[in-house]
T-cell receptor
Framework: GAGVSQSPRYKVAKRGQDVALRCDPI?????LFWYQQALGQGPEFLTY????????KSGLPSDRFFAERPEGSVSTLKIQRTQQEDSAVYLC?????????????FGPGTRLLVL | QKEVEQNSGPLSVPEGAIASLNCTYS??????FFWYRQYSGKSPELIMS????GDKEDGRFTAQLNKASQYVSLLIRDSQPSDSATYLC????????????FGIGTKLQVIP
Protein backbone atom coordinates (compact mmCIF):
# COMPACT_ATOMS: atom_id res chain seq x y z
CA GLY A 1 0.00 0.00 0.00
CA ALA A 2 0.95 3.63 -0.23
CA GLY A 3 3.30 5.09 2.32
CA VAL A 4 3.18 8.47 4.00
CA SER A 5 3.01 11.27 1.48
CA GLN A 6 3.72 14.95 1.95
CA SER A 7 3.15 17.98 -0.20
CA PRO A 8 4.61 20.15 -1.43
CA ARG A 9 8.03 18.51 -1.55
CA TYR A 10 9.72 21.90 -1.84
CA LYS A 11 8.51 25.31 -0.82
CA VAL A 12 10.21 28.66 -1.16
CA ALA A 13 8.60 31.44 0.82
CA LYS A 14 9.40 35.07 1.31
CA ARG A 15 9.87 36.14 4.89
CA GLY A 16 6.51 37.02 6.35
CA GLN A 17 4.47 34.71 4.12
CA ASP A 18 2.20 32.03 5.50
CA VAL A 19 2.75 28.42 4.41
CA ALA A 20 0.74 25.22 4.75
CA LEU A 21 2.33 21.78 4.63
CA ARG A 22 0.23 18.69 4.09
CA CYS A 23 0.69 15.13 5.34
CA ASP A 24 -1.25 12.06 4.20
CA PRO A 25 -0.50 9.24 6.64
CA ILE A 26 -0.80 5.57 5.93
CA UNK A 27 -4.48 4.64 5.90
CA UNK A 28 -5.67 3.46 9.29
CA UNK A 29 -2.71 4.79 11.23
CA UNK A 30 -3.84 6.25 14.53
CA UNK A 31 -0.77 8.27 15.41
CA LEU A 32 0.72 11.14 13.43
CA PHE A 33 3.81 13.15 14.20
CA TRP A 34 5.44 16.27 12.82
CA TYR A 35 9.19 16.81 13.09
CA GLN A 36 11.50 19.62 12.04
CA GLN A 37 14.94 18.68 10.77
CA ALA A 38 17.55 21.37 10.34
CA LEU A 39 20.61 20.71 8.21
CA GLY A 40 23.03 18.38 9.98
CA GLN A 41 20.68 17.73 12.88
CA GLY A 42 18.36 14.93 13.88
CA PRO A 43 14.60 15.38 13.59
CA GLU A 44 13.13 17.51 16.38
CA PHE A 45 9.64 16.68 17.64
CA LEU A 46 7.00 19.32 16.95
CA THR A 47 3.59 17.80 17.69
CA TYR A 48 1.65 14.55 18.02
CA UNK A 49 -1.90 13.56 17.08
CA UNK A 50 -3.82 10.51 18.15
CA UNK A 51 -6.63 10.38 15.64
CA UNK A 52 -7.97 13.94 15.56
CA UNK A 53 -6.76 14.83 19.05
CA UNK A 54 -3.58 16.85 19.35
CA UNK A 55 -2.12 15.32 22.49
CA UNK A 56 1.21 17.08 22.53
CA LYS A 57 2.26 20.33 20.90
CA SER A 58 5.14 21.06 23.23
CA GLY A 59 7.68 21.04 20.41
CA LEU A 60 6.09 23.81 18.35
CA PRO A 61 8.70 26.59 18.45
CA SER A 62 6.31 29.53 18.59
CA ASP A 63 2.68 30.50 18.29
CA ARG A 64 3.30 31.03 14.58
CA PHE A 65 3.17 27.25 14.19
CA PHE A 66 -0.19 25.53 14.13
CA ALA A 67 -1.15 21.95 13.26
CA GLU A 68 -4.46 20.23 12.76
CA ARG A 69 -5.86 16.83 11.84
CA PRO A 70 -9.60 17.50 11.83
CA GLU A 71 -10.84 14.10 10.62
CA GLY A 72 -8.11 11.94 12.05
CA SER A 73 -6.36 11.32 8.75
CA VAL A 74 -4.77 14.14 6.72
CA SER A 75 -2.83 16.68 8.75
CA THR A 76 -1.72 20.22 7.95
CA LEU A 77 1.12 22.12 9.55
CA LYS A 78 0.74 25.86 9.11
CA ILE A 79 3.45 28.39 9.70
CA GLN A 80 2.40 32.03 9.84
CA ARG A 81 4.69 34.97 9.10
CA THR A 82 7.60 32.73 8.18
CA GLN A 83 11.08 33.64 9.35
CA GLN A 84 14.45 32.59 7.98
CA GLU A 85 15.02 30.33 10.99
CA ASP A 86 11.99 28.29 9.90
CA SER A 87 14.00 26.98 6.94
CA ALA A 88 14.26 23.23 7.46
CA VAL A 89 12.86 19.93 6.31
CA TYR A 90 9.49 19.19 7.87
CA LEU A 91 8.90 15.48 8.30
CA CYS A 92 5.62 13.76 8.97
CA UNK A 93 5.46 10.23 10.39
CA UNK A 94 2.60 7.91 11.19
CA UNK A 95 2.25 4.71 13.17
CA UNK A 96 -0.50 2.14 13.48
CA UNK A 97 -1.20 2.28 17.19
CA UNK A 98 -0.67 4.39 20.25
CA UNK A 99 1.24 2.09 22.57
CA UNK A 100 4.64 3.62 22.07
CA UNK A 101 6.40 0.73 20.45
CA UNK A 102 5.10 0.67 16.93
CA UNK A 103 7.26 1.61 13.99
CA UNK A 104 6.96 5.17 12.79
CA UNK A 105 6.91 5.48 9.01
CA PHE A 106 8.24 8.73 7.66
CA GLY A 107 7.11 10.68 4.65
CA PRO A 108 9.61 12.18 2.20
CA GLY A 109 9.48 15.55 3.92
CA THR A 110 8.83 19.11 2.78
CA ARG A 111 11.93 21.20 2.31
CA LEU A 112 11.08 24.79 3.27
CA LEU A 113 13.34 27.67 2.36
CA VAL A 114 12.47 31.10 3.69
CA LEU A 115 14.20 33.97 1.92
CA GLN B 1 23.10 17.86 28.09
CA LYS B 2 21.08 16.61 25.14
CA GLU B 3 18.65 13.82 25.87
CA VAL B 4 20.17 11.55 23.22
CA GLU B 5 23.86 11.87 22.46
CA GLN B 6 25.69 10.62 19.40
CA ASN B 7 29.03 11.42 17.85
CA SER B 8 28.28 13.17 14.58
CA GLY B 9 31.27 11.55 12.86
CA PRO B 10 32.07 10.94 10.14
CA LEU B 11 32.96 7.40 11.00
CA SER B 12 34.98 5.85 8.20
CA VAL B 13 35.39 2.08 7.89
CA PRO B 14 36.75 -0.05 5.05
CA GLU B 15 34.39 -2.26 3.10
CA GLY B 16 33.90 -5.59 4.86
CA ALA B 17 34.76 -4.25 8.32
CA ILE B 18 32.47 -3.92 11.34
CA ALA B 19 31.03 -0.48 11.92
CA SER B 20 30.17 0.36 15.54
CA LEU B 21 27.77 3.20 16.23
CA ASN B 22 27.10 4.38 19.75
CA CYS B 23 24.42 6.34 21.54
CA THR B 24 23.77 7.39 25.14
CA TYR B 25 20.53 8.72 26.58
CA SER B 26 19.67 10.65 29.70
CA UNK B 27 16.15 9.50 30.61
CA UNK B 28 16.68 6.44 32.79
CA UNK B 29 13.04 5.46 32.42
CA UNK B 30 13.19 5.15 28.64
CA UNK B 31 11.82 1.87 27.35
CA UNK B 32 12.02 1.83 23.56
CA PHE B 33 15.06 2.38 21.40
CA PHE B 34 15.41 2.61 17.64
CA TRP B 35 18.05 2.97 14.98
CA TYR B 36 17.06 4.79 11.80
CA ARG B 37 19.12 5.11 8.64
CA GLN B 38 18.89 8.32 6.66
CA TYR B 39 20.43 8.70 3.25
CA SER B 40 21.32 12.20 2.18
CA GLY B 41 18.22 14.09 1.10
CA LYS B 42 15.91 11.25 2.12
CA SER B 43 13.68 10.58 5.09
CA PRO B 44 14.64 8.28 7.99
CA GLU B 45 13.86 4.58 7.71
CA LEU B 46 13.73 2.20 10.64
CA ILE B 47 16.35 -0.54 10.63
CA MET B 48 16.29 -1.85 14.21
CA SER B 49 14.23 -1.58 17.37
CA UNK B 50 15.20 -2.92 20.78
CA UNK B 51 13.31 -2.90 24.05
CA UNK B 52 15.21 -5.14 26.50
CA UNK B 53 18.78 -5.44 27.65
CA GLY B 54 21.10 -7.51 25.51
CA ASP B 55 21.63 -8.04 21.83
CA LYS B 56 19.19 -8.22 18.96
CA GLU B 57 20.38 -9.42 15.60
CA ASP B 58 18.81 -8.90 12.17
CA GLY B 59 20.97 -9.92 9.25
CA ARG B 60 24.15 -7.87 9.27
CA PHE B 61 22.81 -5.57 11.98
CA THR B 62 23.04 -6.09 15.74
CA ALA B 63 21.55 -3.67 18.24
CA GLN B 64 22.85 -3.75 21.81
CA LEU B 65 21.11 -2.21 24.81
CA ASN B 66 22.44 -1.64 28.31
CA LYS B 67 19.86 0.20 30.37
CA ALA B 68 22.07 0.37 33.46
CA SER B 69 24.65 2.31 31.50
CA GLN B 70 21.98 4.10 29.43
CA TYR B 71 23.77 3.02 26.30
CA VAL B 72 22.60 1.63 23.00
CA SER B 73 24.74 0.65 20.05
CA LEU B 74 24.43 -0.62 16.50
CA LEU B 75 26.95 -2.95 14.90
CA ILE B 76 27.01 -3.39 11.14
CA ARG B 77 28.96 -6.44 10.03
CA ASP B 78 30.53 -6.79 6.58
CA SER B 79 29.97 -3.08 5.91
CA GLN B 80 29.08 -2.22 2.33
CA PRO B 81 29.39 1.10 0.49
CA SER B 82 25.59 1.12 0.35
CA ASP B 83 25.58 1.35 4.16
CA SER B 84 27.05 4.85 3.88
CA ALA B 85 24.41 7.07 5.46
CA THR B 86 23.59 8.90 8.67
CA TYR B 87 22.42 6.64 11.48
CA LEU B 88 19.98 8.19 13.92
CA CYS B 89 19.51 6.86 17.43
CA UNK B 90 15.98 7.44 18.71
CA UNK B 91 14.50 6.94 22.16
CA UNK B 92 10.93 6.93 23.41
CA UNK B 93 10.97 8.71 26.73
CA UNK B 94 9.31 7.42 29.85
CA UNK B 95 6.53 9.97 29.49
CA UNK B 96 4.63 7.46 27.44
CA UNK B 97 2.59 7.64 24.22
CA UNK B 98 5.25 7.84 21.53
CA UNK B 99 7.28 11.00 21.82
CA UNK B 100 10.53 10.12 20.13
CA UNK B 101 13.74 11.99 20.78
CA PHE B 102 16.41 11.68 18.12
CA GLY B 103 20.13 12.09 18.38
CA ILE B 104 22.06 14.24 15.95
CA GLY B 105 23.01 11.16 13.92
CA THR B 106 26.36 9.61 13.09
CA LYS B 107 27.52 9.84 9.51
CA LEU B 108 29.01 6.54 8.36
CA GLN B 109 31.28 6.30 5.35
CA VAL B 110 32.18 2.84 4.06
CA ILE B 111 35.28 3.06 1.91
CA PRO B 112 35.45 0.58 -1.02
Amino acid sequence: GAGVSQSPRYKVAKRGQDVALRCDPISGHVSLFWYQQALGQGPEFLTYFQNEAQLDKSGLPSDRFFAERPEGSVSTLKIQRTQQEDSAVYLCASSLGDRGIETQYFGPGTRLLVL
Amino acid sequence: QKEVEQNSGPLSVPEGAIASLNCTYSDRGSQSFFWYRQYSGKSPELIMSIYSNGDKEDGRFTAQLNKASQYVSLLIRDSQPSDSATYLCAVINSGGYQKVTFGIGTKLQVIP
